[in-house]
């Protein structure tokens, strides 16, 4: 490695855990080895309201290798129930207020009524099929129809971060001034995040102490949950989890099989390692809920909005005000001077839903997104040019300016790439053969969330030059393991080849869950604090080394190149000083503190989608040909990790608004196509090559190396997008996703 | 059809006499000879997994629906999930982890890395048993026949173009 170390930072370095993926090798939460593991199978309530009348696992409990079955009734009930708080907040993160089998009351279909213990898989999955259950059952409430005339607007949602109503201006003045109106109702199926990797839990017990393998975003929000929900010391509780097969949100949040999986390995004094089905993964993690959005907006002839008014509606669990926050981004992005955004629930049978991949923004901007081009529509106006002139450099609700933008330069940059100028705005008027030709173009945006408190990470240098750097966090697929050790290598002044970041892992630092598209901001900042520390600690021990050729230098005329500190012509590497002064390593910690209390800037990631569709006019079948997003995610800390994340962002777009949705019957409260048969998701055949743009903007405010994250950003806006050019394709403005064939016939 | 009939009247006569109960497998997996006492339901999937500590093979759905679980019995691409393992003896069975050498990797192995064509990996072994088999069968000619023949392998990281880029590759080394 001769090469110099300062740009390690924003290389398309191949990701450290290829290797390991590529392989077989790399080890997720269910491949530990654990001697003596036994095996849980969850059963799952069919009914999706009442009561547990009954419960026989005498059946169940014979079986040959049968542990023990848990039920409500021998089920030691939990210690205190932590309050829903995102889990960025640093603190216990339960997915819902509520824990399953503490009593006999049924909330909705697949909640936890049992859990069979053997000691194999299959025997555990066969006991469990003869656990009878008798029920008193109620008429459950699970859709829009059902619940709609019995609504709230919450106080707070969101975990109670989030305003229930927010407003500005006058929206009645602004919409009686305005020269054209767009009114619309969207509605949305319910979404399910759907990782490959299924969650799974193996607890381990030894003595009193507790070791969990878990899949999860944030194995500190596991200790922390874990730690209340069976009152055991943290010190007690040790969380690992190196690679996670995906999360998408479902495994942001402390789902019960964690603590389940503790409660059975105590009960059957061996290890247990749960897993949950893939049926399962529809019931018991979470979702993006079923809603409706009604979006109003009127405009000057000109083209400048005069007023916007954004309502949803949406199910919410017996026991947590939640909704994905829709309504915050379209109050804050376009220049408006009357707002009015409300939430609307209802109780219902369901579970608490959950964060689910750009949770709000993908569905909000859907409804935002649309409107505008259908006011575009009406005006006679190119929809960039509509967006361009409600270009706003504050946010519109708070006032304040925006820590950096960049969004015109992703209009710009975006519309030049996917070839938009020109293009004839008619619908209906391009066709190749049977199939109807259109293109449509969406803004998008992500709001920059920092953590609530501390971030922490740790940096050794060994004195043979090479080096580990800690953080807690789990890389679920982000690149995080990557991206760090570029920080690292970047901050310690050494090749990357010779760091190596370690993670996932509660012994290791500190760090909130990797949630909102804050991990590579908030984790880079420790890093570089912890790594950038280490080296100023080098540097000062040998300046002031009497053996050093550096001895008396001035720390800040030190330049540390591969390893090598430099000051003018002197040079000490950092091998060097370590062993001559007999140390066999040397090690920093680094803290971040985020902003505390207000910060005065408006943070927001922006992006532009542009897509282009053929749609066959007998079939109504729609095919996404093409897709380009550009987007002005502060610095990118690693090109190719971040496009690979941004793509794949674009692609649960595509699959947002042709395939995704997952059906209640409204008799029995139960979803209907709980698979990865029936419940569509992207395949290969699906995917068109998708061109990501990528706008570097500097940001000094959102955290020390700017960094704004690529998680979410890449689905926003992407499924209006592709509305959009259906509409162009064929005159068609569906407001309902997925948009499916029966919508175009 | 007619053919079938009989043969498995043949092979049932001998099933009959094993199981419910853990029975005798053989199975060779990447060129090593094991043997197991399992119950004939169990998967070759939960097999390689939970018996022989051989987990590339993922098992993202069980239901065969994912494609995670993708490995090769005698060279054919087969959903380890929907196989019961006691049906493999006599046969080869290779999974990721003996797709090369040990310390090596395959050529697709590398061609996945250099394209990125994965985030969390945990689809990667069976898009990798794929892609290898897809060439071999004949089916990777144009991007067209790449998708069709690669949507048994869901990534819900979505990283398609990725997994496209990395087969062409090694097919037009080829
Ligand atoms: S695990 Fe076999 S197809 Fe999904
Ligand atoms: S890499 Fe995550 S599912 Fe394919």
Redesign the interface.
Known sequence: MTTTTPSAIGQPL??V????????????S??I?VPDTAYAYVVGSRIAAGRVTDIDVSAARAEEGVLAVLTHRNLPRIAEQPPLIPSLAGTAAPGQTFFPMQDDTVHYAGQQIAVVIAD???RAQ?AARLVRVSYAESTPVTTLDQGRDDTYVPEKIFGGWIPGRIERGDVAAGLAEADVLVDGTFTYAANNH?????ACTTAQWEGDELLLYDTTQGVNATQMTVSRLLGLPMSKIRVMGH??????GCKAMIHAHSALAAMAAREVGRPVKL?L??EQMFTSVGHREEQEQHLTMGATRDGRLTAIRHHKLSPTSHFDDWAEPSIGVSSEIYACPNYEGVYRLFRANTMTPTFMRAPGEASGMYALECSMDELAHELGMDPVELRLRNYTDVDAMSGRPWSSSGQRECYERGARRFGWAGRDPRPGTRREGNWLIGTGMAAACYPVAPPANPQRARARLYADGTAVVQAATPD????VATVMTQVAAEGLGVSVDRCRFENGDTDLPNIAAAVGSAGAGMISAAVHAAATGLREQLIKRAVTDPRSPLHGADTVDVVVRDGVMIAGTATDAYTELLQRNFQPDAEASGQWSPPSGDVPYGMMTFGAQFAEVAVDAELGLVRVRRMTGAFAPGRVLNA??A???L??GM??GL?QALLEANYMNPDTGRWVNS???EYL?????D????DVELIEVEDSIVNPLGVKGVGEIGQVGAAAAIANAVHHATGRRVRKLPITIEDLL | MSARGPALTERGAALEERGPGPVRVRLSVNGTEHTLDIEPRVSLLDALRERLDLTGAKKGCDQGTCGACTVWVDGRRVLACLTLAMTCEGREVTTVEGLAGEGELHEMQRAFIAEDAFQCGFCTPGQIMSAVALIEEGHAGNDAEIKEWMSGNICRCAAYPHIRAAIRAVRDRA
């Open positions: 191949d990701r855990d290829g290797r390991p993926k590529v392989t077989g090798h790399a080890r997720y269910a491949e080895p194999t898989w299959e066969h759907n990782p490959i990797e299924p690679y996670v097969g995906g999360s998408f897993v089905t893939r679920f697929g982000t690149g190719r990790t496009r690979s994340q793509t794949g692609l649960w699959g698979n990865l048969g998701v992207a395949v290969n055949a995917a068109p090559d998708v």
